[in-house]
């Protein structure tokens, strides 16, 4: 693709070189606003190479003499697939004469996807695959969260007034003297399927505060034609946890799931939500209390399964999946 200030296009320089055929290059250039040696340039090109030498080239040089020789590459693939150490490896090549840095090895390793020794089997071929998490039905896996956010003193916070101003400091006195601080828990059901959300701010995240959640979320999504939960997809947080939860999920005739520990991308269709409600709500407006905050997640999150396109549902909003009706909001949102 051009570069955002390239004057002509692939067929604009084409003409370009046509005209050139019967006039002077200069005069041609000085006509379409490019200095006389790029066009000069494409027509060498296209004398050559003809209308494909007219197409953009990358930026990678040509020739690379500091390039790591293939013969070492398919020696650095053998002695990994042995389960060898990355610097083992190095140590060996410089016994062998080949000047080769630690860091290119590691380099290397990655790139032919052996980085992970306890991803190869015995003969050293890769035990995994990248893929996908894929839910093939509505309802096939519900993904939960927890966001935690500060709490919004009455009248705004730091990133209304500013820092140090007189209503942050007065804010912070407050807290010294028993004022309520602390945060507000962001609970969040999202439908793998449809991409369907729904959101409410709860004091905390005890069990019994994720119990009542699900409940909520669960007649949320019947009432857009969701009516049964194959599997809940959740971190290894102390309310998920617990064994109220776990019955709480079983209750509902699903099964209950935990991501590997310390692998957030196994949630991530939740995690990515909680990043859009982050971009576009939490910290795009100045909220000027926490119930002010509450309602415009409340807002946002109708206009979020009603009206925004969405990615993953082909550039349409996740409630266009789903057998429901469409809300009244308009479908714009500030």
């Known amino acids: 693709m051009p570069h955002r200030n390239?004057?002509?296009t692939e067929e604009g320089r084409l003409r370009l070189v046509r005209r050139c055929r019967h006039r002077p290059i200069a005069h041609v250039a000085a006509e379409a606003g490019v200095s006389r040696r790029?066009?000069?340039k494409w027509v060498a090109r296209h004398r050559e190479h003809g209308d494909a030498g007219l197409v953009d080239r990358s930026s990678a040089p040509v020739h690379r003499p500091t390039r790591t020789p293939e013969a070492v590459v398919a020696r650095i693939e053998q002695l990994r697939q042995k389960k060898w150490s990355a610097r083992r490896i190095t140590t060996e090549l410089n016994n062998d004469g080949v000047a080769i840095s630690l860091s290119t090895v590691t380099r290397w390793v990655r790139r032919l996807g052996l980085s992970r020794l306890d991803h190869?089997?015995?003969?050293?071929q890769p035990l995994r695959k990248p893929g996908t998490i894929t839910a093939h039905w509505p309802g096939h896996m519900v993904h939960l969260d927890v966001k935690k956010v500060g709490r919004i003193p009455d009248g705004g916070g730091w990133r209304v007034h500013g820092r140090d101003s007189a209503e942050h400091k007065a804010a912070d006195?407050?807290?010294t003297t028993g004022a309520r601080a602390g945060y507000t828990y962001?609970?969040?059901a999202v439908d793998g399927f449809?991409?369907?959300a729904y959101t409410e701010p709860l004091p905390n995240e005890t069990a019994a505060t994720a119990v009542a959640f699900l409940a909520r979320a669960r007649a949320?999504?019947?009432?857009?034609?969701?009516?049964r939960l194959t599997r809940v997809v959740t971190d290894n947080g102390a309310c998920y946890r617990s064994h109220a939860f776990g019955r709480a999920v079983t209750g509902h005739g699903a099964r209950h799931q935990r991501i590997k520990p310390y692998t957030p991308k196994h949630n991530g269709k939740v995690e990515r939500y909680q990043r859009s409600m982050a971009g576009e709500v939490l910290y795009a407006h100045p909220w000027t209390s926490e119930a002010h905050r509450?309602?415009?997640i409340g807002i946002w999150l109708i206009h979020y399964n009603y009206h925004r396109p969405h990615t993953a549902a082909g550039d349409r909003p996740p409630a266009s999946r789903l057998k429901t009706g469409v809300t009244n909001v308009m479908s714009s949102y500030n």
């Open 38 to 40: 790029c066009l000069g």
């Open 173 to 175: 006195r407050a807290k």
């Open 294 to 296: 509450a309602e415009g």
């Open 194 to 196: 449809s991409r369907l």
């Open 6 to 8: 390239a004057p002509l």
């Open 220 to 227: 949320f999504f019947t009432a857009h034609g969701i009516t």
């Open 186 to 188: 962001l609970h969040s």
């Open 120 to 124: 190869l089997d015995v003969d050293g």
